[in-house]
């Protein structure tokens, strides 16, 4: 009896044991790693405009201590797009870059107004929330709108991802989870970017760092030049 006793506390122990291994698993947050995003551009796509060749077709997220770097992937390589954030410090630099003519700005929460001021602001439609799985990840599906066009989309965003602050600096502020689906209006521009992997990854000290070959340029000057080059793509 007692050893019948005993090999039942060892059973419902080890059962303990998975049952707290598998919770800690699940509740365990990403704080490193890569996330890839398709790009497509719904009203370019719908006119069928030549133009989208130039434009880049895919952004990849580097992740580590609460900061991001987005680095966007074009098909012509002179072509260079970075978005750098230490969200911890509230603190941006962008960068773009076109054959020789390659230029940095930087953004903190003092002048971020500059930068979200030209850009429509999104909140949620209402309360109502999807729970859905992405790529492993829970995830919650849920409508926005822009208060600039009233246009009305669906947004998915992750807790499984720890990043804090992350939207600090995007039109989405008001979302505090990392966000896998969502659309974005530009200059004219409108983006929709899809999570298509996620890969938990060691990543490296210096990944905040930019090209040296990068020229400085005050805020509103590089905005200018910005939204110059991108006229061009306009749906307007």
Known sequence: MRRYC?????????????????????????????????????CLEKSDNSLMFFLPKKMVMTFKNNCFKNKFIFSNQNSKLEAISNCNE????LAFGYG???????????NVEILLNDLPRYSKVNNKLDSVKVLNKSALKF???????????????TQDIDIKNI?????????????????????GIEMKFKAINISETKVSDDFLKIDADYEFSEVNKYLKEVKSILSIFSCK
Do not use: H
């Open 90 to 93: 509230k603190k941006l630099t």
């Open 167 to 187: 939207n600090w600096c995007t039109p989405f502020n008001e979302i505090d989870d990392v966000m896998l689906e969502y659309n974005l209006i530009q200059y």
């Open 6 to 42: 005993n090999n039942r506390l060892i059973f419902f122990s080890i059962i303990l044991v998975i049952f707290f291994a598998s919770s800690c698993t699940r509740n365990k947050k990403l704080k490193e790693g890569v996330i890839e995003y398709s790009i497509s551009y719904p």
């Open 100 to 110: 020789k003519n390659m230029k940095y700005t930087n953004v903190d929460s003092n």
């Open 143 to 157: 409508e926005i709108s822009s208060t600039n066009n009233d246009s009305i989309f669906n947004i998915v965003t």
